[in-house]
């Protein structure tokens, strides 16, 4: 598997406010995914998490993830990056908003739930379709 930098069609792909979808290991070893929203910043995947979230205490427990973003127009495209997290609070809901506003124009509407951030450091990528690597 290649290692970072990315490259650059493989960085406009995460740009975008594309489907995505994240793993995580549970505890007996059992992969689990969920859809998920994101953020590509900086040379890292930005996530957000409602506190209560069981898929945060698999992370805590074990904080290697993986993300694979599809390109929108042709889910044949498509990146998977492989990384560790690290979560911080998001008290004021900075990061949510953020997000949010990228998938839907507007600030998240929930605003009574506490928030988590992940930055995932990616540590390895494969890339499909126009991005084939």
């Known amino acids: 598997m290649p290692k970072p930098p990315l490259p650059d069609a493989a960085v406009e792909l995460l740009k975008k406010p594309n489907p995505a979808v994240m793993a995580v290991v549970r505890a007996d070893g059992t992969p689990i995914t969920a859809p998920t929203w994101y953020l590509w910043e900086d040379g890292k995947v930005v996530l957000n998490f409602d506190a209560s979230r069981k898929r945060l205490e698999h992370i ?22 492989h990384g560790s997290i690290e979560l911080q609070d998001d008290p004021d809901l900075v990061d949510i908003d953020r997000i949010s506003t990228q998938y839907t124009g507007n600030p998240y509407p929930v605003r009574d739930q506490p928030r988590v951030t992940g930055y995932v450091t990616v540590d390895a990528y494969v890339g499909w379709g126009k991005l084939g690597t």
Do not use: F, Q
């Open 60 to 81: 805590r427990a074990n904080p290697k993830v993986s993300i694979s973003v599809l390109d929108e127009a042709s889910w044949y495209t498509h990146v998977t990056v």
